[in-house]
């Protein structure tokens, strides 16, 4: 168990809907990243968050968006979902101030069906 | 760009042996760290070993090592004494500075322990 936790674990919807990933990081751990995992494209890093602020962002598509609150829990959100969004999404949590060799622990992921 | 390159889509090993696994990198940062995960069956992406760009020493980790060729940019996992729990995807991820500590990953390599 890496202490990164992640609800849903399994999401099912249907094109054109809406959907929001929750995720919660480790004790103590201030950077939050998300990646999506598919078949066709591997894991593609999205997003990430240090303590409330974004911090860099990767092939994120517009019609995806995410915040990291007060309390560092991180949410992402999918909207106008298609077939192609179907992936496993992961989010991961660092301390975020030890430089290159600030190991990234994953939570369990999300993974998203759409119909 | 930076990229991370697993040749081995699958790979094979009998119980107790040693396997190495693959990983070259391409980047023209100075400063780097590269990381492997596992992904066994059940999906979750579990952090085994760390290996900065300026380490002299090879990184080990209990039954993992890492084989570090600067010169060559690779990287490989050596896992010795396999066992069957240790059948998963394994990838090779590095980070760049400037790139706020985003992980690139390769294509993966499915290991499978036999008895």
């Known amino acids: 168990d890496s202490g990164v936790t992640q609800t849903p674990k399994h999401l099912i919807t249907a094109t054109g809907q809406r959907v929001t990933l929750r995720c919660s990081p480790r004790s103590g751990d201030l950077s939050v990243y998300w990646y999506q995992q598919s078949l066709d494209q591997g894991l593609q890093f999205l997003i990430q968050?240090?303590?409330?602020?974004?911090?860099a962002k990767g092939n994120i598509l517009e019609r995806f968006s995410a915040q990291q609150f007060p309390d560092l829990h991180s949410e992402l959100n999918l909207s106008s979902l298609e077939l192609g969004d179907s992936a496993l999404y992961f989010c991961?949590?660092?301390?975020?101030?030890?430089?290159?060799?600030?190991?990234?622990?994953f939570g369990p992921g999300t993974r998203l069906t759409v119909l | 760009a930076q990229k991370i390159t697993q040749t081995q889509p699958g790979m094979f090993v009998q119980e107790k042996e040693a396997v190495t696994l693959d990983c070259t990198y391409d980047?023209?940062?100075?400063?780097?760290?590269l990381f492997w995960y596992k992904q066994p069956s059940s999906g979750e992406m579990i952090f085994l070993i760390y290996?900065?760009?300026?380490?002299?020493q090879n990184a080990t980790e209990g039954r993992y090592s890492l084989n570090f060729q600067k010169a060559r940019k690779s990287a490989n996992l050596v896992i010795s004494a396999s066992q069957l729990g240790d059948s998963a995807m394994y990838f090779c991820?590095?980070?760049?500075?400037?790139?706020?500590?985003?992980?690139?990953f390769g294509a993966g390599t499915r290991l499978a322990v036999h008895p």
């Open positions: 968050y240090y303590n409330g602020e974004e911090r």
């Open positions: 991820a590095m980070t760049v500075s400037g790139g706020y500590n985003k992980l690139i």
């Open positions: 290996q900065g760009s300026y380490d002299e």
């Open positions: 991961a949590s660092s301390v975020g101030d030890r430089g290159l060799e600030d190991t990234q622990y």
């Open positions: 980047t023209s940062d100075q400063s780097y760290g």
